[in-house]
T-cell receptor, first 113, second 115 residues
Framework: GEDVEQSLFLSVREGDSSVINCTYT??????LYWYKQEPGAGLQLLTY?????DMKQDQRLTVLLNKKDKHLSLRIADTQTGDSAIYFC?????????????FGAGTRLFVKA | DAGVIQSPRHEVTEMGQEVTLRCKPI?????LFWYRQTMMRGLELLIY????????DSGMPEDRFSAKMPNASFSTLKIQPSEPRDSAVYFC?????????????FGPGTRLTVL
């Protein structure tokens, strides 16, 4: 079935790197996503990776994809207090036409000053 | 564009009352999604529409929940009668046909409290 799993909490010190991990089940997803939710707000797309890529870098963000293990990770370099939020891993299985996005439970990132 | 607009932002009601949540998607988007978020169950997809037609309502928890999309710029999610376990944040999201990327744009949510 369709399922996305991720750890619920991560705590880091300001300036350190954060790594948020995720596993997914449906290998048909063409894109995999990371969404960010700040307090009191809706989810906002942070970055995404095409399934035929192993890595994507976007400023402080690095996404790594291991298709064999169905493992996705998000690395945030030089983590700042403003990065404190909930981060959702997500996939869009092609069996749904790619329009139904399956979200993980979200990882709550705490950044200590 | 103003983004996805939801109203009200907060709703407090008593058990048994009817609740109507409203959503205006981003202009030009042809997919609209309703989600519910709670600490216990995380983010749940309730229903989604394509070109105003409901495509998948398998996430709607009970017959007490109904959703409509009378036109491309407006959707409602209704709960009648409401129960305390319906307390949650309800999000509306929209996207346009940009396969396979299909980024979803979320509204700010409606925080519903049923007493």
């Amino acid at each position: 079935g369709e399922d996305v799993e991720q750890s619920l909490f991560l705590s880091v010190r300001e300036g350190d790197s954060s790594v948020i991990n995720c596993t997914y089940t449906d290998s048909s997803s063409t894109y995999l996503y990371w969404y960010k939710q700040e307090p009191g707000a809706g989810l906002q797309l942070l970055t995404y990776i095409f399934s035929n890529m192993d890595m994507k870098q976007d400023q402080r963000l690095t996404v790594l994809l291991n298709k064999k293990d169905k493992h996705l990770s998000l690395r945030i370099a030089d983590t700042q207090t403003g990065d404190s939020a909930i981060y959702f891993c997500a996939e869009s299985p092609s069996g749904t036409g790619g329009f139904k996005t399956i979200f993980g439970a979200g990882t709550r990132l705490f950044v200590k000053a | 564009d103003a983004g996805v607009i939801q109203s009200p932002r907060h709703e407090v009601t008593e058990m048994g009352q009817e609740v109507t949540l409203r959503c205006k998607p981003i202009s030009g988007h042809d997919y609209l999604f309703w989600y519910r978020q709670t600490m216990m169950r995380g983010l749940e997809l309730l229903i989604y529409f394509n070109n105003n037609v409901p495509i998948d309502d398998s996430g709607m928890p009970e017959d007490r929940f109904s959703a409509k999309m009378p036109n491309a710029s407006f959707s409602t999610l209704k709960i009648q009668p409401s129960e305390p376990r319906d307390s949650a944040v309800y999000f509306c999201a929209s996207s346009f046909r940009d396969p396979p990327r299909n980024t979803q744009y979320f509204g700010p949510g409606t925080r519903l409290t049923v007493l």
